[in-house]
């Protein structure tokens, strides 16, 4: 399988690839990050370059390169970029699925005009048809 873009992600394992065991993908991550969520799947963020902050349930820790994040399904969790440089991170998924939810979550925030916010609603929906629910905001730094 060649990599693929995918928003900010490349994609370089995906369900079609790993008959449906596992995504797996590398981004450069923004300042921020996602809403506080949750997935019907297992996810790990391993961070090769930069900080990351991630909340896994009520626990909040920075990640440096070479730490990792195990997000077990179930359980809330997001993650943000304090800035000012981006982040640059390995994630994995099993099962596969996730790259749907970037695909259309990037679409989606692709049609935004310059500095329109994304709607909460739309948002919430576009996670809940991908096995994962918006539960709050983004982390605040």
């Not at 008959?19 to 990050?33: A, K, Q, S, W």
């Not at 679409?107 to 994304?118: D, M, W």
């Not at 609603?121 to 994962?132: G, L, P, Q, T, V």
Request: aromatic share 6%; no cysteine; glycine share 12%.
């Amino acid at each position: 399988m060649s990599v693929r873009p995918l928003g900010p992600f490349r994609l370089l394992v995906d369900g079609e690839v790993s008959g449906g065991r596992l995504t797996l993908y590398e981004g450069l991550l923004p300042v921020g990050g996602p809403p506080l969520h949750v997935h019907d799947f297992d996810e790990v963020i391993l961070v090769l370059e930069g900080r990351l902050v991630v909340q896994l349930d009520e626990s909040i820790d920075e990640l440096d390169a070479g730490d990792f994040a195990w997000l077990a399904a179930g359980h809330a969790h997001t993650f943000a970029n304090p800035g000012p440089a981006p982040v640059r991170a390995l994630g994995l998924a099993v099962p596969s699925g996730i790259e749907h939810l970037f695909a259309e979550r990037g679409e989606y925030l692709g049609s935004l005009e310059a500095g329109e916010r994304p709607g909460q609603s739309e948002m919430a929906e576009i996670y809940e048809r991908h096995a994962s629910r918006v539960l709050g905001p983004p982390i605040q730094l």
